[in-house]
């Protein structure tokens, strides 16, 4: 929900690049990292592990770590992760419940320093524009925040009950102390500051970011 209303405020900046009409905009949970055979406890754990990702922005991120990243499609991951091609998988905890992870994983650690997902529901622009004023009132009420914020609500449930399903499955939960995290903060500084130094149009990653805030 966090994130949801972050992109909610840079929402007028972010539209133009959908090219399209933005019914709703919302985001899921942060990924976990769910393993079968190594517990992540430390940094060091993550070190010669393959895991699984989503995006290829978090490849570096990953790799910083001393993990290798292995991009793959949803639908094989039980399967990599059963026969041991991959020794992990960072994924929004939804996605335990939509791919039964659970079953080849042992261990699931509750934090990375990844970034969730954006999802969008988009009209083509033409179609919006070819309607009257009165259907285009229709589709302008119904997508309002309020649409945004349902489609957080349900990532948000069903990242809750990926997380039950993996603690009632036996997969032991692993909570990363502070001490730790920091140190995986660190790992990722280099990679995370050229990433907001990074020029996108007219402003850097970082200045765009900061709209997340509401700053100007």
Same mark, same amino acid.
Request: some cysteine.
């Given at each position: 929900?966090?994130?949801?209303?972050a992109?909610?405020?840079?929402?007028?900046?972010?539209?133009?690049?959908?090219?399209?009409?933005?019914?709703?905009?919302?985001?899921?949970?942060?990924?976990?990292?769910?393993t079968?055979?190594?517990?992540?406890r430390?940094?060091?754990?993550m070190?010669?592990?393959?895991?699984?990702?989503?995006?290829?922005?978090?490849?570096?991120?990953i790799?910083?770590l001393?993990?290798?990243?292995?991009? &793959?499609?949803?639908t094989?991951?039980?399967?990599s992760?059963?026969? #041991?091609? !991959? *020794?992990? =998988? $960072?994924?929004?905890?939804?996605?335990?419940?939509?791919?039964?992870?659970?079953?080849?994983?042992?261990?699931?650690?509750?934090?990375?320093?990844?970034?969730?997902?954006?999802?969008v529901?988009?009209?083509? &622009?033409?179609?919006?524009?070819?309607?009257?004023?009165?259907?285009? #009132?229709? !589709? *302008?009420? =119904? $997508?309002?925040?309020?649409?945004?914020?349902?489609?957080?609500?349900?990532?948000?449930?069903?990242?809750?009950?990926?997380?039950?399903?993996?603690?009632?499955?036996?997969?032991?939960?692993?909570?990363?102390?502070?001490s730790?995290?920091?140190?995986?903060?660190?790992a990722?500084?280099s990679?995370? *500051?050229?990433?907001?130094?990074?020029?996108?149009?007219?402003?850097?990653?970082?200045?765009?970011?900061?709209?997340?805030?509401g700053a100007r």
């Amino acid at each position: 929900m966090e994130c949801t209303e972050a992109m909610r405020r840079a929402r007028p900046v972010l539209e133009p690049e959908y090219e399209a009409r933005v019914l709703a905009i919302w985001a899921n949970a942060a990924p976990v990292l769910l393993t079968r055979d190594r517990p992540v406890r430390t940094l060091e754990d993550m070190r010669g592990l393959k895991i699984r990702v989503s995006t290829r922005s978090a490849i570096p991120f990953i790799e910083a770590l001393g993990a290798s990243a292995v991009m &793959q499609p949803g639908t094989v991951v039980h399967q990599s992760l059963t026969t #041991g091609v !991959i *020794d992990g =998988v $960072a994924i929004s905890p939804s996605g335990i419940v939509a791919f039964q992870l659970h079953e080849p994983a042992s261990y699931l650690t509750t934090w990375l320093p990844l970034s969730g997902l954006p999802f969008v529901l988009l009209m083509n &622009q033409g179609i919006y524009d070819a309607l009257s004023p009165k259907e285009r #009132g229709w !589709i *302008d009420e =119904v $997508a309002d925040d309020s649409l945004s914020l349902a489609g957080a609500a349900a990532w948000a449930s069903a990242g809750a009950e990926g997380l039950q399903l993996a603690k009632a499955a036996g997969v032991e939960i692993i909570d990363l102390p502070e001490s730790e995290r920091r140190r995986f903060e660190r790992a990722i500084a280099s990679i995370r *500051d050229a990433g907001l130094a990074r020029q996108v149009g007219d402003m850097t990653v970082g200045e765009f970011m900061r709209l997340f805030s509401g700053a100007r």
